[in-house]
Structure formats: structure tokens, C-alpha cells
């Protein structure tokens, strides 16, 4: 008798185990956290601290997003800062519905394609003064204060001018990015500020930016005309004047950020919100639309069958994005047709269910570096919010009397003839930094995003797959392992001529990995990568939050 219970037990488990294995519960790293007024997740503990704090003081959740934002850009240096670009998605409470901002620069109005292909470059560097483009983030944060901040912008940098002057401990993560930034030592600058004692500090170890405070400091008094017609503009362009550089004064003073119309597609229900190109945002509703077709949650997570599915999905995708994702006021998009799900049935019938392809042509329809965080607030505006410098450190370029790295965003132009994405003066390159939300039924429902690159639109659609057709929760969602493809190419040219590599975390069955090889996949088994998520979720019939921050980073979600 006492045999069979057992034997009942231990099936019993299996069962209960195979069910966790089929929803992902078990990749869990930790519990979702739950507040009922505030909620705050970032991917560095002091700026999640530092949003938390705003809030407490009266600022909403934008004053809050700012204070974390600019936090972030002193602790983790080489992935954000006022050195780069910004966008943000906000669910406005009082107006009940939602805004975008593009904050993202142009390129420098005197340097020529001409004149790169005359020193024989094929494309544009990726270091040095030639990828440098206008940096967006500091008139972002004040177009975003400008239309729904509350508290003064003394009181929302001023964490960020305490960390930058009295230092702060380096964490873990942004330790062992920081030594990669090692190689950047000869570019002017760097080593001055980045580099104390001619190493990059260890984990644990305090490190100060004075001369960022100085600059901080000076925004926070005079306001984004500092920045952009003031002493921080001149300084940048004798900088970069010296150093073989061409962002002018000129340029920098010519800046404005756009609010931009969110475009979305319906997936099973939910409305899934992003912001229109220059961004990648749309490679996700795109993937949904062709994705809603299939019964996703019936093959199961982790399965070959929806793993093939992504990946072809995927791919099909991305030969669009290289061929129509660019700056808008430079081409005419066909934004509704690639949105539309008749494009979505046309282009989702090219998807053997059996065979990986080699390539997929373009549509003719009618690693890098950023931050993510995400605040909600007691009123119930939401903040959904990344901002980078594109590859570590950016351009590598720190002037040092200001003491923050240039972004080198201009990398991702190309010189391809005809191509929307062609490399001219005052424009806006390609951007792979996205924010993310989700309505239902007209309320607000998630506030997410996924750094990282190109796999940011895959780690979007994995999210919301994980959360919408395999019924994880919000942390679950983050911490199940996830794929990504790529190959060799540029996002601005063709992406596949060679089927490309799939790239897996450890956490997927043995017989799914043999299952995508058999089907003509080129998987490679590797850490890192996989980008670095947030995400608030909103309750609204409780009234609480839910908040989520995974462990890939040295993230930390928290509220009250």
C-alpha cells in the first residue's frame, strides 16, 4: 500500500512537473514584486531607489522615470548617458491614453557621404568622431517634463548629481561590461574619465565623475538650452572640432525631439503598442501578426514546433526591417500595409513548418548597449522608457571637461545606393532602441521592454508569448531562457543569405535543440546576449502593480 502511494505521488509530481516545464514556472528566479501605489523597476538598484525616492517626495511616475534615467547614466556609463538618445512611451491618467517621443539625434549637417568614401570607408565606423550624431536624451527628458512633470528638475537630477560627486559602488554586471570598455583606453578622453588608474574599477569598488556632476548640475539650473545653445554645446563642438569630429554648435542648437503617434496590432486581445520608425518597434507587431495565426499555446514552450516558428517569423520579418525601417522624414514608409494582417497571411505563407530557409526576400507591401526601466504611479500614469548610447561606451569619445561619452548611433547608416536607410546629413540613422506597452480594452496593462539590439523585437514577441499564450506571470515571463537569431549582416542590409545562427539559452530540452538541427537550424549554445528586461504590470480591477526585473542584469524592481 505504501508503494502505491508513493508510486501515486511521485507520477503525481511528474505531472505537476511536466505542466510547470510546459508554462515555464520553473525558471522563476524570484517572486513578482507587488505594491499598491508606486512601482519602479530599472536595471541598476540605485536608479530603482532613485524613482522610488522622487515619488515619495510628490513627482509622478515621469518625474520619477527622469530621476532613474539620469541615475543610470552615471552607474552605468557605458550603456546610457546624456551622451545619447532616448524614447519613451507614457500612458498619460488624466488624458487617458497614451504618447511617444522620439528623442533620437540627426547626423551632423557638414560631414558628406562624399567625403567617408573619399578616405575609402565602405560604411560608417564604428568608433572615433565619424558615428557621432546628435545626442537626444537631455531635450528628451525635457519635453517629457515640459508636458507631464510635476517636480522641479533640481529636485528630479539631484540623486544623479550625488552619485556622480560622492560616487557610487559598482555593481556586478556593469563591472564586467565596464572592462570590456578597456579597449576604447587611446580614444580622446576616455581614459581620463572612465579609466581611474588606468583600469576600469572593480565590483565593489567606488567610482566618482565630477566633471559629470558639473554638467548635471548645469542642466539641472539652466535647463536644456545648457545643453544645446549654452556652454555644454560649445564645449562639445571645440571637442569634437579637435578631434576630427563634425557635430557642430549648429547642430546641436537645430535639435528637437517629436511626439510621435504609437502604432499597434491586436494580439488575441490585447493591443500592442510601439513607436513608428525611425525605430525597429514595428519588427514586433509585425512577428505578432504572422504569429496570431498559429495555435501558439497548443505546441507548448520550448517546443521545436514554436521555436521554428519564431525563428522563420522572425526572419521574414527582419528582410523588411532592413529594407523599410529609416528615418520617415527622409522616405515614405507603407507603416499601415506592413502592419496590416492581410500582409501578415501573405507573408506567413512563405513558412515551411518543416524546414528552416536559407532566406527569405523582402516584402512589397501597399549586441548593444542600452538601458530600459519602467515607473508606474498612484495616479496611473505609466512610463515605459529606454535610452542608449548604442555600443558600449559609444563612440568612445568623452569630452572630459564634460564627462560623458558620445554616442556612435551614426554606425547603423549605410551606404547602399537607393537604400532608406542611406547615410545623409541631418538625418536620423536606423535605431534598434525600443519601448514597448500594452492596453487592453482601452486601460493600461503592461508597460515593458527588452534591451538589447536587434533581439529587442524578439524579446518583445517571446514576453509576450510567454505572459498571453503559455500563462506565464511577469517574472516567469522574463526569466524563461530565450532564442535569438542573427547572422552576420548589418540591420541595414539583407539579413539572411545564409540561414544565420540560432542562439540559445541553457533551460530548453535536449530534444528540442536535436528537433531544430534536424530541421536545417544552425544552433549555437552561448551566455549573454539575450538583452535585459522590466516590465510593470497594471491591475486595475485590485488597483495594484505588478513589477518584474530579471536577472540577466543587476536589475531590481521594488515599490510601496
Not at 109 to 120: E, I, W
Not at 439 to 446: C, E, K, N, S, V
Request: glycine share 12%; with cysteine.
Amino acid at each position: 500500500m505504501k508503494l502505491l502511494i508513493c508510486a501515486i505521488a511521485l507520477v503525481s509530481a511528474a505531472l505537476c512537473l511536466g505542466q510547470d516545464r510546459v508554462s515555464g514556472r520553473h525558471f522563476a528566479t524570484r517572486s513578482e514584486v507587488i505594491a499598491r501605489r508606486a512601482m519602479a523597476c530599472t536595471s541598476q538598484p540605485l536608479a530603482t531607489q532613485a524613482a522610488l525616492d522622487i515619488l515619495r517626495q510628490g513627482g509622478n511616475a515621469i518625474d520619477a522615470a527622469i530621476a532613474a534615467n539620469a541615475v543610470n547614466a552615471v552607474v552605468e556609463p557605458m550603456s546610457c548617458g546624456i551622451g545619447g538618445d532616448l524614447f519613451a512611451v507614457i500612458w498619460s491618467a488624466e488624458e487617458g491614453g497614451l504618447f511617444g517621443l522620439n528623442a533620437s539625434g540627426r547626423s551632423p549637417r557638414s560631414l558628406t557621404l562624399q567625403y567617408m568614401l573619399d578616405m575609402g570607408l565602405k560604411k560608417v565606423p564604428l568608433r572615433g568622431p565619424l558615428p557621432v550624431s546628435v545626442p537626444g536624451c537631455v531635450d528628451g527628458w525635457f519635453e517629457l517634463h515640459r508636458r507631464f512633470g510635476s517636480l522641479p528638475m533640481r529636485t528630479v537630477l539631484a540623486p544623479a548629481i550625488h552619485y556622480a560627486r560622492e560616487g557610487f559602488p559598482v555593481s556586478e554586471v556593469i563591472a564586467r561590461a565596464w572592462k570590456e570598455g578597456e579597449e576604447l583606453r587611446e580614444q580622446p578622453g576616455f581614459s581620463h574619465t572612465y579609466l581611474p588608474g588606468g583600469r576600469a574599477p572593480l565590483k565593489g569598488e567606488l567610482f566618482t565623475n565630477s566633471a559629470l556632476a558639473g554638467t548635471l548640475s548645469l542642466i539641472a539650473e539652466k535647463g536644456r538650452d545648457a545643453f544645446y545653445t549654452g556652454a555644454i554645446a560649445d564645449e562639445i563642438a571645440r571637442f569634437m572640432a579637435e578631434n576630427g569630429g563634425f557635430l557642430s554648435v549648429e547642430d546641436l542648437a537645430m535639435h528637437r525631439s517629436e511626439w510621435v503617434n504609437p502604432v499597434s496590432v491586436n494580439y488575441r486581445g490585447y493591443d500592442v503598442w510601439e513607436l513608428p520608425p525611425n525605430g525597429q518597434g514595428i519588427a514586433a507587431l509585425q512577428m505578432l501578426a504572422m504569429l496570431e495565426r498559429h495555435d501558439i499555446a497548443a505546441m507548448g514552450f520550448g517546443s521545436a514546433r514554436y521555436l521554428h516558428l519564431l525563428i522563420e517569423t522572425k526572419k521574414i520579418v527582419y528582410e523588411d526591417r532592413a529594407r523599410f525601417y529609416a528615418d520617415p522624414a527622409f522616405n515614405e514608409i507603407p507603416l499601415q500595409a506592413l502592419l496590416s494582417k492581410t500582409y501578415a497571411a501573405e507573408r506567413g505563407a512563405l513558412l515551411d513548418p518543416r524546414k528552416a530557409a536559407l532566406r527569405y526576400d523582402p516584402g512589397s507591401p501597399d549586441r548593444g548597449d542600452t538601458i530600459y526601466l519602467t515607473v508606474a504611479d498612484e495616479q496611473g500614469n505609466m512610463v515605459s522608457l529606454i535610452q542608449s548610447l548604442y555600443w558600449g561606451f559609444g563612440s568612445g569619445l568623452v569630452p572630459e571637461k564634460l564627462g560623458f561619452p558620445l554616442q556612435n548611433r551614426g554606425e547603423l547608416f549605410t551606404f547602399e545606393d537607393g537604400h532608406f536607410n542611406r547615410y545623409e546629413p541631418g538625418k536620423r540613422p536606423f535605431h534598434t532602441i525600443i519601448p514597448a506597452f500594452v492596453t487592453r480594452d482601452g486601460r493600461p496593462f503592461l508597460s515593458f521592454g527588452v534591451m538589447g539590439g536587434s533581439m529587442q523585437p524578439q524579446g518583445h514577441v517571446q514576453i509576450l508569448v510567454n505572459i498571453i499564450d503559455f500563462g506565464m506571470n511577469l517574472q516567469e515571463a522574463g526569466d524563461a531562457p530565450r532564442i535569438r537569431h542573427g547572422g552576420s549582416s548589418q540591420p541595414t542590409g539583407s539579413v539572411m543569405n545564409d540561414g544565420g545562427y540560432v542562439y540559445f539559452e541553457s533551460g530548453f530540452p535536449p530534444e528540442t535543440v536535436r528537433e531544430l538541427t534536424e530541421m536545417g537550424h544552425l544552433l549555437r549554445k552561448t551566455v549573454g546576449g539575450f538583452g535585459g528586461y522590466q516590465a510593470i504590470m497594471r491591475d486595475s480591477e485590485q488597483g495594484v502593480y505588478y513589477g518584474a526585473s530579471e536577472s540577466r542584469k543587476d536589475g531590481h524592481a521594488a515599490g510601496f
